[in-house]
């Protein structure tokens, strides 16, 4: 087979930092490549000096054998590249027609009007060559992120791509989403297109890649064929040491009840009821998981937790204190720590840098703040210190949030939180897109803490993260708790039916699918296959 | 499982419900809006016609008026190509307020240009002209240089607020320039004696250039590549950038159409007059604001616009009338109707579907 790209001894300097050191790399035509990483291990930049975006400070781009030099993001999808961002770049009001056609319309009447009739038979053809199930007049906003990146991937088609990159393609996509895109990735290989993934993500990568490249500190420490490595293998390549990818997590003495959910109801923001009478307790020593497909009433459970949303029924006990409508200033000078799911969102101010952001919490307190006033330099030290424990790179206090990587971002939140010595940790995805390498640490602490005897209540949809991490599971499903198990005497099989909605002793699998499938009013997405390595995050071995 | 089909029952009401929210978030207060308006125009039209001596009756003469219709659309020409010019450069991504600046250069120029040329369509072109620098500047402060928009828009107002009766005090030696030639109104024979809608058919020039800059703007956006790219800029820069579209030329190009629009209405409020006055808030009088009212209630587009301008401009009509039958309430309180209508709709409209970009720098990455 042929060579579609190949890069040659790529380096790229930013000043102080070398983000890639002569990188070599071959991709076959009609393959998938995957580009494997932690984050910051230079797989984003080299993509970059690929598509035009960066100049490489040297090394030489190869598009089937002949030599490129792009200047900008134009020149290489003019060569036939196309890059689909982790972040898509849609334009939410348009429909997928306009967004696929944007700055390449079809014009008619000498180039005055866009010839829409021939804009959208473009689109469905091109569409029906791929088999992409669209329609090409939705509208962006109305479409679901899956189908938002499929019209990406369109978009590059109908620049005429033939070697697509992607971007994390799968960070935001549901687990069906994902065997859907992998689906599409087959569908462009078999007809010829190459592919190069870049991904943190050890089992996406073997599942869906046929050779893995993998970087590290900006230098490409091996290529593997996918059919003949193991994840373990990958693991350390990636992380340069061995790494459990399975925790023991040990017992710890339980102590006395911290926080105690009973009867909770609460509605989402359209006033459907997302969590339905839910009752539950954590106590000290002891995490609690709760396991779900996303968007079955974790979000707003939580938020009743943490003081975010009001319960519309039920009480909620906090170190037996009632603390159902308890504000949240309250609840964390209570000793309420919150990692929460959306750390742009609503786990860091992403303009204030991370001195400012590791006083967030605390600017009540009296360590940080004296007399109204906050001791800056105290404030930084604080910084510094979660930036050490925690290993936040860059090890700059005074960078902006927004400049981190997501997986250090997760890091910095992961350690204020912690620090604040607190007594219930309500962690919500607490290794959504971090590296394998930060997860483990992340597990680590947060088994520390319940080895102090701190309560945790933790949230994921990584089936193995809860299952691994917790003492007793929880499973919900459309705002109810199906079943809480004991994760050790539980198979994943098992988890993955209750996930699905299907009750214990309910033993007519069929019915469960078909509720499962039902459309739901409140989450168009949350229709998930039960299968559990869907569900799991796919670093299983 | 036996309670599928109940499950599947509550999630169908479920999605119709939410279904109809949406519906009610999108369209329900402004078509509200309009809908009592049209509701209380025919029901007082009908009161009208039951007591011809009544304050209905003096209300709905006012506005079956030829004239009311007539004065509506003399007013509406500044105000909806100011606000046509907003939309241009607000759907880009540049908020423009300092269109009410642009109106009160055009207006004096237009006279200025027009007095010493002795060109009444000359002095029209002047207008244009003098407004579109006035927006080159705007574009290049707060596109090339990145300055806060709002502050650069409020700037550009008051600069030609300073300037366009100086230039006159200077020249003329009073804020009011003297007067000059006026542009003749085009008459289609027959049609112009139709009642009412005659209004339509012998008017100024400058409203036929209006629905044609109505209609043009509509099919810029909505027809052709030119258009879209303007609703990308504003919406998600960045996806236009990737498609290989330059977004600052896009913006560039769309703050500078917004001064050539507002530049026309600037020239044909003070070329219908035939003279510029500039005492106070000058002959402009907040029309240009009234217009980022219009093209908001209109959300974006240029025919909503259009007929949110007729609303105000109808209304202001009427006060005008009014004012002058006498009707036992103070003319300082009928001379504020239009400008509490406009706070009234404003509130009720409320959700207006700004561009997501709308006020943000673009900076090309690398």
Known sequence: MATAVHLDGITKRFPGVVANDDVDLEVERGTVHALLGENGAGKTTLMNVLYGLYEPTSGEVRLGGEPHVFGSPRDAIDAGIGMIHQHFMLVDPMTVTENITLGNEPRKWGGIAIDRTEAREAVVELADRYGFDIDPDARIEDVSVGEQQRVEILKALYRGADTLILDEPTAVLTPQEVDELFDVLDELTDQGKTIIFITHKLGEAMRAADEISVLRDGKKVGTVDADATTQEELAELMVGREVLLDVDHGTAETGAVVAAVSDVVVENDRGVRAVNDVSFEVRGGEVFGIAGVDGNGQSELVEAVTGLRNPDAGEIRFGGEDVTTASRRQRIDAGMAYVPEDRQERGLVMEFDLVENGLLGSQHGDELVSNGRIDWSKTRGHAEAIIDEYDVRPPDADSDAESLSGGNQQKFIVGREFERDPELVVASHPTRGVDVGSIEFIHERLLELRQQGVAILLVSSKLEEVQGLSDRLAVVYEGEFIDVVDPDETTEEELGLLMAGERPGDDDGEGGTKATGSESADETERDKPADPTDAADGERA | ?366
């Open chain 2, 1 to 366: 499982m036996s309670d599928t089909p109940t499950d599947r029952d509550d999630t169908d009401t479920a999605t119709e419900n939410a279904d109809s929210e949406s519906f009610f978030e999108r369209y329900t207060t402004r078509a509200l809006v309009a809908g009592v308006t049209v509701a209380a125009v025919i029901a007082l039209l009908l009161a009208g016609m039951l007591f011809p001596d009544s304050l209905a009756g003096t209300l709905s003469d006012a506005l079956t008026s030829r004239n009311t219709l007539a004065s509506a659309l003399r007013l509406s020409v500044p105000i909806a190509f100011a606000a046509l010019g907003g939309i241009f450069a607000e759907k880009s991504g540049v908020i423009n307020i300092g269109l009410e600046g642009l109106l009160i250069i055009s207006a004096f120029s237009a006279i200025y240009v027009a007095d010493i040329t002795g060109g009444v369509w000359i002095g029209f072109a002047g207008g244009v002209v003098a407004s579109t620098l006035l927006a080159a500047l705007f574009a290049v402060v707060t596109i090339g240089f990145r300055a806060d928009q709002i502050i650069a828009g409020l700037a550009v107002w008051l600069i030609a607020l300073g300037l366009a009766p100086f230039a006159s005090q200077v020249i003329y030696g009073s804020p009011n320039t003297p007067t000059v030639a006026t542009t003749n109104s085009i008459t289609v024979p027959v049609l112009a004696d139709l009642p009412f809608f005659g209004a339509l058919f012998s008017a100024s020039p400058s409203v036929y250039m209006l629905f044609a800059a109505v209609f043009g703007s509509w099919y810029v956006f909505e027809r052709t590549a030119f258009g879209r790219w303007i609703r990308a800029s504003g919406e998600n820069p960045k996806a236009l950038d990737t498609a290989g579209v330059s977004v600052t030329r896009v913006r560039y190009a769309a703050v500078l159409i917004s001064g050539v629009l507002a530049g026309m209405g600037g020239a044909a409020l003070s070329l219908d007059l035939g003279q510029f006055t500039g005492n106070g808030p000058t002959m402009v009088n907040g029309k240009g604001f009234i217009a980022i009212v219009a093209y908001l209630f209109g959300n974006y587009n240029p025919v909503g616009a259009f007929f949110s301008t007729m609303l105000f401009a109808g209304l202001d009509a009427v006060q005008t009338v009014l004012q002058l039958q006498g009707i036992g309430i103070p003319r300082q309180l009928i001379r504020i109707t239009p400008f509490v209508v406009v706070i009234i709709v404003l509130a009720l409209v409320g959700r207006t579907q700004l561009p997501e970009a709308a006020g943000e720098h673009y900076e090309t990455e690398d």
